[in-house]
Nanobody
Framework: VQLQASGGGLVQAGGSLRLSCAAS????????MGWYRQAPGKQRELVAS???????TYADSVQGRFSISTDNARNTVYLQMNNLKPEDTAVYYC??????????WGQGTQVTVSS
């Protein structure tokens, strides 16, 4: 299953964006899905995940501002990001959750939040 993230862009602090992740096959082939991000000079981190049963988890830094959801019929995973902050600036990736050492990472989508 290939994953393609989209929806990034430039937004002012306090603004919102919705990222989309389109899967070429069923997202049920994974135990869960997640959104990850990597800022310049920092390690990639998991910001939100959702299990097959719809249980969601969030990083403390985005709790209450980001929301992950799925459209199973469209094999798409979304990340609604509200009240964006400059520190949210990063390349955002979608992938299975959890990942393994050999998990392939696609291109991601750039999110830039200006102050």
């Amino acid at each position: 299953v290939q994953l393609q993230a989209s929806g990034g862009g430039l937004v002012q602090a306090g603004g919102s964006l919705r990222l989309s992740c389109a899967a070429s096959g069923s997202i049920f082939s994974f135990n869960g899905m997640g959104w990850y991000r990597q800022a310049p000079g920092k390690q990639r981190e998991l910001v939100a995940s959702i299990t097959l049963f719809g249980r969601t988890t969030y990083a403390d830094s985005v709790q209450g501002r980001f929301s992950i959801s799925t459209d199973n019929a469209r094999n798409t995973v979304y990340l609604q990001m509200n009240n964006l902050k400059p520190e949210d600036t990063a390349v955002y990736y979608c992938n299975r959750a959890p990942v393994t050492a050999t998990t392939y990472w696609g291109q991601g989508t750039q999110v830039t939040v200006s102050s």
